[in-house]
Every structure is written in structure tokens, then in C-alpha cells.
């Protein structure tokens, strides 16, 4: 068990759809990552909080957002749905900026039909 | 911007025998490395990272890695592969400048009794 969850653990929805995955990193971690794992496009970074502010963007399309919020939770929001977004989506946390190791959550499967 | 390969999407090793990931890396700085392993349904958990100091790095679970810069790798082995440990392993890479982890495809580890 890392610290880090994530809810829910499955998400089914429809085309067209909004979604929001949240994520709660380990005890005392200031920065949250999010990734998203499909089989065609692999791992990937698509955006970082720290603190409560945006420090880095990865490939994250316009219809995703996310936030990070005073408790130091955080939310991705996925809306205007397409069935290539179906994916694993998760979330790390580490305590600094960078170049930590980061730990990860067990992942929202999201299934878009 | 940095890029990690990972050689080979699938492996298979029987029960024992040595298991070897191969990882290089490109960056034009000083990277932070990284091996995690994922377990079907699960998120990534750390096995171990490199930052500074002794090239050599052990993790858990017996596996070790070696920071070579001249080659620009950073291998994964085990001597003895056990059956726990078939699953999914990713190398990844972190650099200030970019200030996000990028990883490799992955390699799928099956071991054989």
C-alpha cells in the first residue's frame, strides 16, 4: 500500500460524458502527478500540482483539467468524452517539486462506451 | 527532452535463472533513474531509483540496477527470478530542466517454472 488512493476504482460512461477522478496523496506528500495508461500510447504525464498551483504540464488534452485543493486532494476532471479516452488514469504523489521518487495510487479504469 | 528506451516489450525467464531489463536513457543532464514494477491491476511501485552516488543501486524484492553514463543504461537485474515476480516493469527518467518523469514502454516479465 503506497498512501496514495484513488476513487472510485471503475468508471463506466457514455460518449460525451464529465468525469472526475479523485485522489488523496500520502500523509505529508505536497505534489501530485497524473497519468494516464492505455496499451497504445503507454504511460503518460499529463499534468503535476504542487501546494495547490499548476508546476508542470504534460500531455493533457484541453477537455481534461485538474486541481489541487487546500486539504491537498486533488481532481481530474475529464469531460466532453471520447472512446479514446478510455484508460487507466493515476495518480502519484511525492513530498517535493521533483525528482523524488513519486508514489502511485492503485488507478481509476475509466471505460467510455 | 529526455527519452528512455526499454528493449524488448516481453521477456521470459524460467524459474532461477537470471532476469535482465535493459533501460537506456537520453538526456543531456544528469538524470534521476528509476525502475518500478506493476502488477496486474495494480499501480506502479517503486523498485528502486538513482540520483546521485554509488552507480550500483539496490531495491527491493532483490533486484539491483547499475548506472552506467558512458553507455547511457541503466539495467535491471535479478540473479534468480522467482515466480512473484512476472509482471509489468518500467525504467523512467527525471531531469530538472523538464521537471516531469518520463518513462519507458515497458517490459512484461513471464517467468516459467
Known amino acids: 500500500d503506497s498512501g496514495v488512493t484513488q476513487t472510485p476504482k471503475h468508471l463506466i460512461t457514455a460518449t460525451g460524458q464529465r468525469v472526475t477522478l479523485r485522489c488523496s496523496p500520502r500523509?505529508?506528500?505536497?505534489?501530485v502527478y497524473w497519468y494516464q495508461q492505455s496499451l497504445d500510447q503507454g504511460l503518460q504525464f499529463l499534468i503535476q500540482?504542487?501546494?495547490?498551483?499548476?508546476?508542470a504540464k504534460g500531455n493533457i488534452l484541453e477537455r481534461f483539467s485538474a486541481q489541487q485543493f487546500p486539504d491537498l486532494h486533488s481532481e481530474l476532471n475529464l469531460s466532453s468524452l471520447e472512446l479514446g479516452d478510455s484508460a487507466l488514469y493515476f495518480c502519484a504523489s511525492s513530498g517535493g517539486q521533483g525528482g523524488y521518487e513519486q508514489y502511485f495510487g492503485p488507478g481509476t479504469r475509466l471505460t467510455v462506451t | 527532452a529526455q527519452s528512455v528506451t526499454q528493449l524488448g516489450s516481453h521477456v521470459s525467464v524460467s524459474e532461477g535463472a537470471l532476469v535482465l531489463l535493459r533501460c537506456n536513457y537520453s538526456?543531456?543532464?544528469?538524470?534521476?533513474l528509476f525502475w518500478y514494477v506493476q502488477y496486474p491491476n495494480q499501480g506502479l511501485q517503486l523498485l528502486l531509483k538513482?540520483?546521485?552516488?554509488?552507480?550500483l543501486v539496490k531495491g527491493i524484492n532483490g533486484f539491483e540496477a547499475e548506472f552506467k553514463k558512458s553507455e547511457t543504461s541503466f539495467h535491471l537485474t535479478k540473479p534468480s527470478a522467482h515466480m512473484s515476480d512476472a509482471a509489468e516493469y518500467f525504467c523512467?527518467?527525471?531531469?530538472?530542466?523538464?521537471?516531469?518523469?518520463?518513462f519507458g514502454g515497458g517490459t512484461r516479465v513471464l517467468v516459467k517454472p
Open positions: 500523509s505529508g506528500d505536497l505534489s
Open positions: 538513482y540520483t546521485t552516488g554509488a552507480t
Open positions: 523512467a527518467v527525471w531531469v530538472a530542466a523538464g521537471n516531469k518523469l518520463t
Open positions: 500540482y504542487y501546494n495547490g498551483e499548476e508546476r
Open positions: 538526456s543531456s543532464v544528469p538524470p534521476y
